[in-house]
């Protein structure tokens, strides 16, 4: 079975300092699309970032860029210039683009603190 | 452009009562809808989803069930609820017949069941 995994339950950074966010996964397919989805206090779900399994080029979205590392089933997510507004909860996902079912696996989050 | 509503936002029932959150897109036909449940502090959980009309994939054994009466309406029910039913609900979309694409999510239910 695909899983995701998120190893860090909590962070903290100091504001305009730079955080990364690990993820990894378990997959036997090769072709698949990865995300990280922001949740802020208010709960409200955010797109991120999305990566395509098979571009080799990181994906980045102005101060949010990701280390994709196909290999090692890694997708971690580096936030530069640290704002307060980033403090959330993160999530990584993965999406299956082989198994016809349209299904997203999320990991269980890691929970951010932008310190002033 | 494309936008999903979810409701109630919150929702205060007593053990054993039923439950209905319903969830709509608009802007988009045919897209791939979902119910996740998030415990306190804890990741999502994918419920139930659906790629079409009457076609619904059931991820977790329990009491709750899903219905899709229309192409762009989600319904979340449940006949008589448990406390471990509480939680934050959510509904989400995606592109139809797409793959790779991103969900998009309302803004959630607050559930609490006394």
């Known amino acids: 079975a695909q899983t995701v995994t998120q190893s860090q339950p909590e962070m903290s950074v100091q504001e305009a300092e730079t955080v990364t966010l690990s993820c990894t996964y378990d997959?036997?397919?090769?072709?698949?699309?990865l995300f990280w989805y922001k949740q802020p206090p208010s709960r409200q779900m955010i797109l991120v970032i999305r990566?395509?399994?098979?571009?080799?080029q990181n994906a980045t979205e102005n101060r949010f860029s990701v280390n994709f590392q196909k290999a090692a089933k890694s997708f971690s997510l580096k936030i530069s210039d640290s704002q307060l507004g980033d403090t959330a909860m993160y999530f990584c996902?993965?999406?299956?683009?082989?198994?016809?079912?349209?299904?997203?696996?999320f990991g269980t989050g890691t929970r951010l603190k932008v310190l002033a | 452009s494309q936008t999903i509503h979810q409701w109630p936002a919150t929702l205060v029932q007593p053990v054993g009562s039923p439950l209905s959150l319903e969830c709509t897109v608009e802007?988009?036909?045919?897209?791939?809808l979902y119910w996740y449940r998030q415990a306190a502090g804890r990741g999502l959980q994918l419920l139930f989803y659906?790629?079409?009309?009457?076609?619904i994939s059931s991820e977790v054994p329990q009491n709750l069930s899903a219905s899709r009466p229309q192409d762009r309406q989600f319904i979340l029910s449940s006949k008589k609820l448990l406390l471990s039913d509480s939680g934050f609900y959510l509904c989400?979309?995606?592109?139809?017949?797409?793959?790779?694409?991103?969900?998009?999510f309302g803004d959630g239910t607050r559930l609490s069941i006394l």
């Open positions: 997959t036997s397919e090769s072709n698949y699309y």
């Open positions: 989400a979309w995606s592109l139809g017949g797409r793959v790779g694409q991103p969900q998009h």
């Open positions: 659906s790629v079409g009309i009457g076609q």
């Open positions: 990566q395509e399994a098979y571009k080799q």
């Open positions: 802007g988009t036909s045919n897209p791939n």
């Open positions: 996902a993965f999406h299956d683009a082989t198994s016809g079912t349209y299904k997203y696996i």
